[in-house]
């Protein structure tokens, strides 16, 4: 048994539990055909994302020691966040290695892949546009 919220051509809404997807709609009760509606969303109950990667603990202190049941804890959550960024891969951030992330790279650092040149000059700059001598340039 299904729940559907149902419409009559007169406008009449009403709900009835049908046995599958593929039954016929019931009639309404003023005798009008009816026509499926969208179930309204529901806010109960909302998905979480869960505890990110940058929130798991790094230290020996942040799983109390290797306390078993806090490590199997972290290990259960992260299993679970993986799959997760596996069927959604924009929940996964920027996952290349940082390759340097101290001095003009402090506030962003450079990734594996960023193009060196560009990121150099944006980071010191604050722009990527580099200077290109002028077209008939002395030489
Ligand atoms: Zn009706």
């Given at each position: 048994?299904?729940?559907?919220?149902?419409?009559?051509?007169?406008?009449?809404?009403?709900?009835?539990?049908?046995?599958?997807?593929?039954?016929?709609?019931?009639?309404?009760?003023?005798?009008?055909?009816?026509?499926?509606?969208p179930a309204?969303?529901r806010?109960?109950?909302?998905a979480?994302?869960?505890?990110?990667?940058?929130?798991?603990?790094?230290?020996?202190?942040?799983?109390?020691?290797?306390?078993?049941?806090?490590?199997?804890g972290w290990?259960r959550?992260m299993?679970?966040?993986?799959?997760?960024?596996?069927?959604?891969?924009?929940?996964?951030g920027?996952?290349?290695?940082?390759?340097?992330h101290?001095?003009v790279?402090?506030?962003?650092?450079?990734?594996?892949?960023?193009a060196?040149?560009?990121a150099?000059?944006?980071?010191?700059?604050?722009?990527?546009?580099?200077?290109r001598?002028?077209?008939?340039?002395?030489?």
């Amino acid at each position: 048994m299904i729940l559907y919220d149902l419409r009559c051509t007169a406008g009449h809404r009403f709900e009835a539990g049908l046995p599958s997807m593929f039954a016929d709609n019931p009639d309404c009760p003023c005798g009008a055909g009816t026509s499926r509606v969208p179930a309204a969303v529901r806010q109960l109950g909302a998905a979480s994302a869960g505890r990110s990667r940058e929130e798991m603990p790094t230290t020996w202190r942040g799983i109390s020691g290797g306390h078993p049941d806090v490590v199997r804890g972290w290990h259960r959550e992260m299993t679970r966040r993986e799959k997760l960024e596996e069927k959604h891969p924009e929940l996964a951030g920027d996952r290349r290695p940082v390759l340097a992330h101290e001095g003009v790279f402090e506030g962003r650092p450079l990734r594996s892949g960023d193009a060196l040149v560009p990121a150099v000059a944006k980071a010191t700059f604050g722009t990527s546009e580099t200077t290109r001598p002028a077209a008939g340039g002395a030489r």
